[in-house]
């Protein structure tokens, strides 16, 4: 991971591209890179562009959160928006700015005094345009000439890509919904350029990483970002470097997570969470969880976030100290769970250094043509596995339904040779069309029958753990070693610790605090028990388990009785009366 080096409000001049670099550069250089920008702007979709748009109700939270208020002289600030889409932050900021500025002023002086006061960049040309002529919309009911209006919309508004496009000076505000964009959806050249422009784009950040790196880039001393957007950065490997930079410099002031809340005007899988960021020295966090999305409420929960103290009595915010900790995921639930999950972390080891293996099962990147009915799938029988998949384990128990996965693979580790298996030949040349196809065929033509990830035949004999990616609770089935898994199911296998007993581990509430900690949260509720958050999980050693114990381990696992795991569980981590309580558990 790259150590962030400093960054500040003068280093957006970093970000320039001017007529010298681009010569200096040479074409072959900054071509791609504009043609690229250029697709985007012209042609991007909804899901290329990662434009989900705003409720009109939670862009006034937002904007009272970060201090964007009419009773500010807000005309002397200077604000920024990243990516204005449609105006849903822009349009009622623009609202504020003038009730701030008061209209009785005279409109000749409307561009000299309101000129700087805000900066909004957009990359599609066509939602520029609309946009543009909402804004000189709004302008003229607001009584200001046609002229006047066209002026402001034109010092305000621009059209490009933020992460390319110059910038002047420091912000006082920076607001908005950045755009959510996958790395896949992002042109070669142009991602490449962003990676050498941003050192936060690390490992499978999405857009969104570099879009808040450079908006933190120009904030004044005091000043605030106000985003809303995906949580995952928070938590999981690709926002490490971003979170050291939030831990280092910069105070994170508010969070609201924002899941199974409708704050957006479409559905989205993973909901995001809205934070504020300012520059200055760091305090303890204020926190609040899943608010009505109506004005009266949103409106007295901004009051709350930002007054001077919170009241004694319990109620919908809370404070939390040390929140950012380097590059470590954030802690956000509550302080007495945080208390817990830090005692275990610094008591006993993590799951894969007790002698455990966590995997993932099988991808073919062709399913229809690697996987079938185990009977009618005519290959030689070494060339088939028996496949277990997550209908299989839907009842808590393996109830195998005859699917068959090929293997391609030798035992050296090579693919076979087809000229020794022609049944095999025969079966996968019939779905060539298919399996040629794929991405990692076309990138190895002579291998053009592999599976994306090797199969081990020998996984398949062992006793393991299967786990389904998302859930709303822990869902961990033993498999007594017939089955390979698919790659929907992550594995648990180990050298040391007895399965049924580490089943009764996983299937408690210690599991789930661990996973729900450092795990994205999805729509419903549901968690990701994905290898990265299960790796997370402290378990003791199985030598330092007692005989008794581990024999009421393993009894409450075979009788998937999740409150007798949960007893032994507390008992296995010596959990206090209180650190019970914090789970959900009786203190017994």
Same mark, same amino acid.
């Given at each position: 991971?790259?150590?962030?080096?400093?960054?500040?409000?003068?280093?957006?001049?970093?970000?320039?591209?001017?007529?010298?670099?681009?010569?200096?550069?040479?074409?072959?250089?900054?071509?791609?890179?504009?043609?690229?920008?250029?697709?985007?702007?012209?042609?991007?979709?909804?899901?290329?562009?990662?434009?989900?748009?705003?409720?009109?109700?939670?862009?006034?939270?937002?904007?009272?959160?970060?201090?964007?208020?009419?009773?500010?002289?807000?005309?002397?600030?200077?604000?920024?928006?990243?990516?204005?889409?449609?105006?849903?932050?822009?349009?009622?900021?623009?609202?504020?700015?003038?009730?701030?500025?008061?209209?009785?002023?005279?409109?000749?002086?409307?561009?000299?005094?309101?000129?700087?006061?805000?900066?909004?960049?957009?990359?599609?040309?066509?939602?520029?345009?609309?946009?543009?002529?909402?804004?000189?919309?709004?302008?003229?009911?607001?009584?200001?000439?046609?002229? /006047?209006? !066209?002026? &402001? %919309? +034109?010092?305000? @508004?621009? #059209?490009?890509?933020?992460?390319? =496009?110059?910038?002047?000076? $420091?912000?006082?505000?920076?607001?908005?919904?950045?755009?959510?964009?996958?790395?896949?959806?992002?042109?070669?050249?142009?991602?490449?350029?962003?990676?050498?422009?941003?050192?936060?784009?690390?490992?499978?950040?999405?857009?969104?990483?570099?879009?808040?790196?450079?908006?933190?880039?120009?904030?004044?001393?005091?000043?605030?970002?106000?985003?809303?957007?995906?949580?995952?950065?928070?938590?999981?490997?690709?926002?490490?470097?971003?979170?050291?930079?939030?831990?280092?410099?910069?105070?994170?002031?508010?969070?609201?997570?924002?899941?199974?809340?409708?704050?957006?005007?479409?559905?989205?899988?993973?909901?995001?969470?809205?934070?504020?960021?300012?520059?200055?020295?760091?305090?303890?966090?204020?926190?609040?969880?899943?608010?009505?999305?109506?004005?009266? /409420?949103? !409106?007295? &929960? %901004? +009051?709350?976030? @930002?007054? #001077?103290?919170?009241?004694?009595? =319990?109620?919908?915010?809370? $404070?939390?100290?040390?929140?950012?900790?380097?590059?470590?995921?954030?802690?956000?639930?509550?302080?007495?769970?945080?208390?817990?999950?830090?005692?275990?972390?610094?008591?006993?080891?993590?799951?894969?250094?007790?002698?455990?293996?966590?995997?993932?099962?099988?991808?073919?990147?062709?399913?229809?043509?690697?996987?079938?009915?185990?009977?009618?799938?005519?290959?030689?029988?070494?060339?088939?596995?028996?496949?277990?998949?997550?209908?299989?384990?839907?009842?808590?128990?393996?109830?195998?339904?005859?699917?068959?996965?090929?293997?391609?693979?030798?035992?050296?580790?090579?693919?076979?040779?087809?000229?020794?298996?022609?049944?095999?030949?025969?079966?996968?040349?019939?779905?060539?069309?298919?399996?040629?196809?794929?991405?990692?065929?076309?990138?190895?033509?002579?291998?053009?029958?592999?599976?994306?990830?090797?199969?081990?035949?020998?996984?398949?004999?062992?006793?393991?753990?299967?786990?389904?990616?998302?859930?709303?609770?822990?869902?961990?089935?033993?498999?007594?070693?017939?089955?390979?898994?698919?790659?929907?199911?992550?594995?648990?296998?180990?050298?040391?610790?007895?399965?049924?007993?580490?089943?009764?581990?996983?299937?408690?509430?210690?599991?789930?605090?661990?996973?729900?900690?450092?795990?994205?949260?999805?729509?419903?509720?549901?968690?990701?028990?994905?290898?990265?958050?299960?790796?997370?999980?402290?378990?003791?050693?199985?030598?330092?388990?007692?005989?008794?114990?581990?024999?009421?381990?393993?009894?409450?696992?075979?009788?998937?009785?999740?409150?007798?795991?949960?007893?032994?569980?507390?008992?296995?981590?010596?959990?206090?009366?209180?650190?019970?309580?914090?789970?959900?558990?009786?203190?017994?």
């Amino acid at each position: 991971m790259k150590m962030l080096g400093p960054i500040n409000a003068a280093e957006s001049t970093r970000h320039k591209v001017s007529p010298r670099t681009t010569q200096d550069r040479g074409t072959s250089a900054i071509c791609p890179v504009r043609a690229a920008t250029e697709v985007l702007a012209t042609d991007g979709g909804i899901e290329a562009r990662g434009a989900i748009f705003t409720r009109s109700e939670v862009v006034s939270f937002i904007l009272d959160l970060a201090g964007y208020t009419e009773d500010q002289p807000l005309y002397k600030k200077r604000l920024l928006e990243p990516s204005f889409g449609g105006g849903d932050f822009l349009l009622p900021i623009i609202e504020r700015l003038l009730r701030s500025w008061g209209m009785s002023t005279p409109d000749d002086l409307a561009v000299d005094e309101l000129g700087d006061a805000i900066r909004a960049v957009e990359l599609h040309h066509d939602t520029f345009h609309g946009t543009h002529a909402a804004v000189i919309a709004l302008l003229k009911r607001e009584g200001m000439t046609p002229d /006047t209006a !066209t002026t &402001l %919309a +034109g010092r305000w @508004l621009s #059209q490009g890509d933020f992460l390319l =496009a110059p910038l002047e000076g $420091e912000f006082d505000f920076v607001v908005g919904n950045p755009p959510y964009v996958r790395q896949e959806l992002i042109p070669a050249p142009l991602l490449a350029e962003y990676r050498s422009r941003y050192q936060t784009m690390y490992d499978r950040a999405d857009i969104y990483i570099p879009f808040i790196e450079r908006s933190l880039s120009v904030l004044s001393d005091g000043g605030s970002l106000s985003f809303i957007c995906a949580d995952r950065w928070m938590k999981n490997r690709y926002g490490g470097p971003l979170r050291s930079l939030v831990a280092e410099r910069f105070h994170l002031k508010v969070y609201v997570d924002m899941v199974d809340t409708p704050a957006f005007h479409s559905d989205v899988i993973a909901y995001p969470a809205i934070t504020v960021i300012s520059r200055e020295a760091p305090r303890a966090t204020r926190i609040a969880h899943r608010p009505a999305i109506d004005r009266a /409420t949103l !409106t007295a &929960l %901004a +009051g709350a976030l @930002l007054a #001077q103290t919170l009241p004694e009595e =319990a109620g919908p915010v809370r $404070e939390l100290a040390r929140v950012t900790n380097g590059t470590e995921p954030w802690l956000l639930e509550s302080a007495d769970q945080m208390a817990l999950i830090r005692r275990l972390e610094g008591r006993f080891p993590l799951l894969e250094e007790v002698g455990c293996k966590v995997g993932i099962g099988v991808a073919t990147g062709a399913d229809k043509a690697f996987i079938g009915d185990f009977d009618a799938i005519d290959v030689e029988p070494d060339r088939k596995l028996p496949l277990v998949t997550t209908k299989d384990i839907m009842s808590g128990e393996v109830k195998w339904r005859g699917q068959a996965v090929i293997n391609p693979f030798a035992e050296s580790g090579g693919l076979v040779d087809l000229d020794d298996y022609p049944r095999l030949r025969r079966y996968l040349e019939a779905r060539r069309e298919v399996i040629a196809r794929r991405h990692c065929a076309q990138k190895a033509p002579a291998n053009w029958y592999r599976t994306i990830d090797r199969i081990t035949p020998a996984l398949a004999a062992r006793q393991k753990l299967l786990i389904p990616d998302i859930k709303g609770e822990s869902h961990i089935v033993f498999e007594g070693g017939e089955l390979y898994p698919h790659h929907n199911l992550y594995y648990v296998t180990s050298d040391e610790w007895d399965l049924r007993a580490l089943q009764a581990v996983l299937l408690s509430a210690v599991t789930r605090l661990f996973v729900a900690t450092y795990s994205t949260k999805m729509r419903g509720g549901f968690l990701r028990f994905q290898a990265q958050y299960l790796r997370r999980i402290r378990i003791p050693r199985w030598s330092d388990v007692p005989e008794p114990l581990r024999r009421e381990l393993a009894e409450s696992a075979v009788k998937r009785d999740v409150q007798a795991c949960n007893q032994a569980v507390f008992k296995l981590y010596g959990l206090s009366y209180e650190e019970r309580s914090a789970l959900g558990g009786n203190g017994e």
